[in-house]
């Protein structure tokens, strides 16, 4: 048998973007996106300008949305005009549906906010290459009025409290589609994926449902994270460890706190452990608990591989990284010493209700 070991994380390329997209005059279509997965911007049948996205002229577009303005103007009693005339929003409105339809790529994510300070925020992955583009329609009292956009899929909705005070007010702004800068893209990260790798930065969170977090609960969560900075340690200086038990190890650690990983912590219910490195020990320690609290034996854990959801054209090479971290791990610890890690890693679980979003997978092969 082989182990795969499939974490729930996200290798995101250098290009990434983060976009805020806003519903509609009044959030008037936050619940068609919502329900729909298609996200668009509030222009009536773009077909108008060319049956194939790919051949329609920016300069059409923006006579496009000009007519549309003033098509609606009319429809509510407003004389029409003499003669066309492009209005600045028109210019910026064609910016906002130039971005998103063709200019944001496949895995970008969006920002959908719902009225008021006290909401949630929508947030999603665009699910097709740029300029891929859906027509949907509103109802069926509007007939064939179409709206054109990108799919989306949404990964999870976010207490709009939780952004930074910069991103609240971005989320605020009523600009149709925008990019909100990559100053705030990690911000954005932390609360979308437990676990990524962003700018060669490696980030895990261990999370514990535990009501009452006990100094039991403390200690043993508190061995498995330390035990990492041991391992990794010894790793990065070619030192063998100690003699002793796991427990040993952790105790007589002597790591610099400048040599040590970036360690966030929230114990409320639920609570979790957030871990930041420039190298691959997060998701190795993940994979590793994961392997741990399912007793893999220790030769097929030292063999084992790790997978994750690599995003547009992302690096999968980091992945190399964190097999051989783990490899190079369980190598350390030895097989007495992985059984006791074993051991803990069930007492985690168990007593301190701590997980990690990982599954193993057991692979048969063909000479078994």
Request: aromatic fraction near 10%.
């Amino acid at each position: 048998m082989t182990v795969e070991v499939k974490l729930d994380a996200a290798v995101l390329p250098h290009d990434h973007k983060v976009f805020k997209f806003f519903p509609g005059r009044d959030y008037e279509f936050y619940d068609f996106v919502k329900r729909t997965g298609v996200a668009f911007v509030d222009v009536r049948n773009l077909d108008e300008v060319g049956d194939d996205p790919a051949t329609w002229d920016s300069e059409a577009l923006l006579k496009h949305i000009a007519t549309d303005r003033v098509n609606r103007a009319v429809e509510q009693g407003a004389e029409r005009p003499a003669r066309l005339v492009r209005s600045q929003g028109d210019k910026a409105t064609h910016t906002f549906l130039q971005g998103l339809l063709f200019k944001a790529k496949k895995g970008d994510l969006i920002l959908m906010p719902q009225k008021g300070y006290t909401t949630d925020v929508m947030i999603g992955q665009l699910l097709d290459d740029a300029g891929t583009v859906v027509s949907k329609q509103l109802s069926p009292e509007e007939g064939s009025v179409k709206y054109f956009g990108r799919r989306v899929k949404w990964i999870g909705a976010v207490r709009k409290s939780k952004f930074s005070d910069t991103v609240i007010k971005l989320l605020h702004y009523r600009a149709a589609f925008f990019d909100i800068g990559r100053s705030n893209y990690e911000g954005v990260y932390r609360l979308t994926y437990d676990n990524f790798v962003y700018e060669q930065q490696f980030f895990a969170t261990f999370r514990t449902s535990k009501a009452i977090f006990t100094p039991k609960a403390n200690f043993l969560t508190s061995v498995w994270l330390e035990l990492f900075e041991v391992l990794e340690e010894a790793r990065e200086t070619d030192a063998k460890l100690g003699a002793g038990s796991i427990y040993d190890l952790v105790i007589d650690s002597d790591i610099k706190e400048s040599d040590r990983d970036d360690l966030s912590i929230s114990v409320q219910s639920p609570g979790w452990f957030r871990i930041r490195s420039l190298v691959a020990a997060p998701l190795a320690s993940l994979a590793l608990f994961a392997m741990a609290a399912q007793g893999v034996a220790f030769d097929q854990a030292v063999a084992a591989t790790t997978s994750a959801t690599v995003v547009g054209q992302a690096d999968s090479g980091c992945m190399g990284d964190v097999d051989a971290s783990v490899r190079d791990y369980i190598v350390l610890l030895g097989k007495d010493r992985w059984e006791q890690a074993c051991k803990l890693a069930k007492q985690a679980e168990s007593e301190a209700q701590l997980s990690a979003a990982a599954t193993v997978v057991q692979h048969k092969r063909d000479e078994d």
